[in-house]
């Protein structure tokens, strides 16, 4: 329950990104039974699905993809609260929320440990163009891309091409990079997430071929994973790729500014808001990631001036996708041909 006489009035005057910490705190104690609950109604219809998708195999192949493909909204689900886990955000008690990300974490082939720790470098450096490289959206500025060769040119628009980034991008993360822990390798506590989970899925892989041969594999749990892992790309990219966005030198760059003007409000209709736990509501996240997901809209709710800070619609993110350089001069991300 929000602790409303304590949350300053929405009409109350905002001047600086930083003010806005202050009065997020109060949004951010979870609840055990709402967390619990939320967690129940997304893991129950996900294997819910997944028996009915193994069951419709005998009768169906087009209905057990049809049914692995809807499940794909509740393994998204699942990647947020994963994603919650990872900021302390779910539950009270880090060690509970630690090992429910790690569980998780098997479904959505994401090595807890290892994303965490990049993600946290995603929410410490967002906006740097001084630190880039790790949890981001690889992002050239003009300059830096006028500076380089014609070979180096063609690698990264290949990169931005929306084929790559939401077509093989999304499969290449999940199955492949996800698989090492890539910028992190030096220390042994991430090789360990990394090939536990790793362990966990070729186990779970294994019982399937056993039980169900290639099938189950071919028709539940890849269009599943593929699916989810590709709406989960194109929410990320939306959240911080747009023409308004934040980025400054490192002599420039602010946390506070960054994580609130740098992330979108992306705003979508309630089913979608619902599977996606929120998320779009990622300028309240990155200034204060401590808030659980179920709680932002109260957030919004109390706060109006909030709600409409960089919004973006479905239909208004799409040309987001032809966005592909940070121009310093007009501070706006523009297309290859604009730069």
Not at 143 to 153: A, C, G, Q, V
Not at 229 to 235: D, E, F, I, R, V
Not at 265 to 289: D, E, F, M, T
């Amino acid at each position: 329950m929000s602790d409303t006489s304590a949350v300053p009035s929405s009409q109350t005057q905002i001047n600086d990104a930083r003010d806005w910490v202050k009065i997020l705190s109060h949004y951010r104690q979870p609840s055990t039974s709402r967390s619990s609950y939320e967690l129940a109604i997304t893991v129950g219809p996900f294997l819910l699905l997944w028996v009915l998708a193994w069951m419709s195999l005998s009768v169906s192949y087009w209905l057990t993809l049809a049914i692995s493909c809807c499940n794909a909204a509740f393994l998204l689900r699942l990647f947020c609260i994963q994603h919650d886990c990872g900021h302390g955000a779910f539950f009270d008690n880090r060690t509970v929320s630690d090992w429910l990300g790690r569980v998780l974490g098997v479904l959505t082939l994401t090595p807890y440990d290892v994303w965490r720790r990049s993600h946290s470098m995603h929410h410490s450096s967002a906006g740097n163009l001084g630190q880039r490289g790790i949890g981001d959206v690889w992002t050239l500025t003009t300059t830096e891309y006028k500076d380089m060769t014609p070979f180096n040119r063609l690698i990264y628009r290949l990169y931005r091409n929306p084929i790559v980034l939401f077509g093989l991008g999304p499969g290449f993360l999940f199955f492949v990079s996800n698989r090492l822990p890539f910028g992190l390798m030096a220390k042994g506590k991430y090789w360990v997430s990394a090939m536990g989970t790793n362990t966990a899925i070729l186990a779970a892989l294994a019982v399937m071929l056993h039980f169900g041969g290639l099938m189950p594999i071919l028709l539940i749990f890849l269009p599943t994973t593929l699916l989810a892992a590709t709406a989960g790309m194109w929410l990320f990219y939306v959240q911080h790729q747009f023409e308004t966005t934040h980025w400054d030198a490192a002599e420039d760059w602010q946390l506070h500014d960054s994580a609130l003007h740098g992330s979108s409000h992306y705003v979508l209709p309630p089913v979608l808001q619902w599977l996606s736990a929120n998320i779009g509501i990622h300028h309240v996240h990155h200034l204060y990631s401590r808030i659980p997901f179920y709680r932002l809209p109260e957030v919004l709710r109390d706060h109006e001036e909030l709600s409409e800070g960089n919004r973006m619609t479905i239909r208004e993110s799409l040309s987001n996708a032809r966005l592909h350089l940070w121009d310093e001069d007009s501070k706006k991300l523009l297309p290859f041909s604009k730069a």
